[in-house]
């Protein structure tokens, strides 16, 4: 009789690990299962504790294969996997023991569903729960542009086979390319339930940021098909008229101002920067930059006050370029000279993708956050309500997705041109690209300075953190 479910165990070196992953299958109160285990050339202890399961579990199939990555170990189980649905378990983590019987109940009684993911706990390095994950009401929620997890999500075989699988093109997030090809073209389920146990740890994959950036770079340009012209717009006032302005001041090797347009200038699909002041100063230094990108323009002085908003601004200065053709405006500050450009053009995509009219460039904050009610400090969400309550004791922290902080942390905002002078602002779909702590690092005041002078000084150290 074939298998109803696979669940394939992906390992690398998590022989401390992998006992609990694999334990947590074999237990499984739905029995019409296979496992497949994938260690991707294991330099650790791993193969022996394997080797001493299929011992103990001779239906259990085992494939040590010689470090080819996450991708293609993916698709190697997609090929020998026999069952009707398909799990990936990272070897680090573990599911709950009627996970598959519920998941794949569930599928069952939604015939249209192709790919269903549950809600989760996050554990530390020796199992004990951090927090209860609660992911969005994905019957009510209209903007889908947080995906599921790349692990414990249950597809239908076949539907993964015919869509081309994994794509063997990128070695992470696979969870956001596969949730880019499914959630327009099929159903796709979240059950608001914890089924599994994610751990984070300092050696998962998740912590290497530069790799997910990347990949994740990749991923978005792959799934954005329109073609767009961008310009990016970039407001100072400059020493003349803001005494405490370091526009042209040193930071590290180069001066503030650079850091900004440089940024700016790598991504191809902005076409123009707009360099708009009243300073002459900064008008005459962009223009010995020659940069052919740059267009400095002279701001008047009524829209250089303190209390102008930057964006009425930036649509006087665009209704003066009547030649320039352009789709969106990216808004761009200097005081976050450490942008990474590949964030920007994550957010050009995203605006792309999902049809939005602005994007945020921000930082998620996991902080308590109260507001005062007059009474007394009041928690703003649940998560802050839940860790005050907490304080002390043993009970799990829930966080909710939708009730998730995002700080603008004032790095960029991207505008679709088409709703840049609309004057229904309540009405706007935004969305968001998360920015990695560099890049939302932002230089507020003389002790901000200081401390960016120091990473400025040693960038390529603090790139890699």
Same mark, same amino acid.
């Given at each position: ?43 650790? @202890? #791993? ?15 085992? +494939? ?28 680090? @983590? ?10 794949? %109940? ?91 146990? *994610? ?16 990949? +994740? ?35 590290? %090797? ?38 052919k990108k740059i267009i400095p323009i002279k701001r008047t002085l009524e829209l250089s006050t303190q209390g102008v908003i930057i964006e009425d601004s930036m649509i006087d200065t665009l209704k003066r370029l009547k030649k320039i053709k352009f ?11 450490? +942008? ?41 969400? *649940? ?18 997705? #939708? ?10 905002i991207i505008y679709d041109k088409k709703h840049l002078y609309s004057k229904k602002k309540n009405k706007l779909k935004i969305g968001h690209e998360n920015l990695d702590y560099l890049s939302a690092y932002q230089i507020d005041n003389h002790f ?18």
């Amino acid at each position: 009789m074939l298998p109803k479910v696979t669940i394939y165990i992906l390992n690398y070196n998590y022989g401390r690990f992998i006992s609990k992953a694999i334990e947590s299958c074999v237990s499984q109160s739905f029995k019409q299962i296979e496992i497949i285990i994938i260690d991707d050339g294991s330099t650790d @202890d #791993s193969k022996k504790i394997i080797n001493l399961y299929t011992q103990k579990y001779p239906s259990l199939i085992c +494939r040590f294969n010689n470090n080819q990555g996450l991708i293609k170990s993916c698709n190697t189980a997609l090929k020998i996997a026999r069952g009707k649905y398909i799990l990936r378990l990272d070897a680090d @983590d573990w599911l709950d023991r009627n996970a598959i019987e519920i998941m794949y %109940n569930k599928m069952e009684k939604n015939k249209n569903v192709e790919l269903l993911f549950p809600d989760y706990y996050e554990v530390d390095k020796d199992d004990n729960v951090l927090h209860t994950i609660r992911r969005h009401d994905f019957i009510k929620a209209k903007l889908l542009d947080v995906p599921a997890h790349g692990a414990c999500t249950l597809f239908r075989k076949k539907t993964l086979l015919v869509n081309g699988g994994y794509d063997e093109n990128f070695n992470c997030q696979d969870g956001v390319e596969i949730w880019l090809r499914f959630y327009k073209k099929f159903k796709v389920m979240n059950l608001n339930l914890p089924l599994f146990y *994610y751990r984070r740890h300092g050696e998962n994959l998740t912590v290497n940021k530069k790799k997910i950036l990347d990949n +994740r770079n990749r991923i978005l340009s792959k799934h954005n098909n329109k073609k767009f012209n961008a310009l990016a717009y970039i407001p100072i006032r400059g020493k003349k008229y803001d005494k405490f302005s370091q526009d042209l001041t040193k930071l590290g %090797n180069k001066n503030l101002i650079d850091w900004t347009i440089d940024s700016l200038s790598k991504v191809k699909t902005i076409s123009h920067i707009l360099i708009s002041s009243p300073d002459e100063n900064i008008l005459k230094y962009v223009k010995k930059l020659k940069n052919k990108k740059i267009i400095p323009i002279k701001r008047t002085l009524e829209l250089s006050t303190q209390g102008v908003i930057i964006e009425d601004s930036m649509i006087d200065t665009l209704k003066r370029l009547k030649k320039i053709k352009f789709d969106y405006v990216v808004m761009s500050k200097l005081n976050n000279p450490f +942008r990474n450009n590949k964030h920007i053009e994550n957010a050009l995509n995203l605006i792309n993708i999902f049809e939005l009219d602005r994007v945020f460039g921000v930082y998620v904050e996991n902080k308590i956050y109260f507001r005062h009610d007059g009474n007394t400090l009041k928690p703003l969400r *649940y998560y802050d309500t839940s860790r005050i309550l907490s304080s002390g004791s043993k009970k799990i922290n829930v966080r909710i997705e #939708s009730e998730e902080i995002y700080k603008d942390c004032g790095s960029f905002i991207i505008y679709d041109k088409k709703h840049l002078y609309s004057k229904k602002k309540n009405k706007l779909k935004i969305g968001h690209e998360n920015l990695d702590y560099l890049s939302a690092y932002q230089i507020d005041n003389h002790f901000d300075w200081l401390i960016a002078d120091k990473i400025a000084k040693d960038y390529k150290v603090f790139e890699n953190l």
